[in-house]
Nanobody, 125 residues
């Protein structure tokens, strides 16, 4: 069983940066896919970025390409989301998620088995 706990959210002005962390308890296999999703009020939860725990592949939503970066630290069992040039439309609750199946990197939320509790990111204009 894997448990995920996010941290690092907060209030930031437009153009600023934040780094979210997702600490995983339990063993993450190299085949696992770790992802960040977000959900704004009144909107569907959408994928932001994903990567295989081995680091072999990454995915970014078009809306964050060039601004956000997903990474992981084996020793710390942690996944990060570095968010730069933040915009008010990035305001949402950000969730860390894990997909344990051996498959292609998937972007649908239904594919993910593990979820964190979420962390609020608010970008003021």
């Amino acid at each position: 069983q894997v448990r995920l706990a996010e941290s690092g959210g907060g209030l930031v002005q437009a153009g600023g940066s934040l780094r979210l962390s997702c600490l995983a308890s339990g063993r993450l296999l190299s085949s696992y896919v770790m992802a960040w999703f977000r959900q704004a009020p009144g909107k569907e939860r959408e994928i932001v970025a994903a990567m295989r725990w081995s680091g072999s592949s990454k995915y970014y939503a078009d809306s964050v390409k060039g601004r956000f970066a997903i990474s992981r630290d084996f020793a710390e069992n942690t996944v990060y989301l570095q968010m730069n040039s933040l915009k008010p439309e990035d305001t949402a609750v950000y969730y860390c998620a894990g997909d344990r199946s051996i498959s292609t990197l998937r972007t649908d939320r239904s594919a993910y088995d593990y979820w964190g509790q979420g962390t609020q990111v608010t970008v003021s204009s």
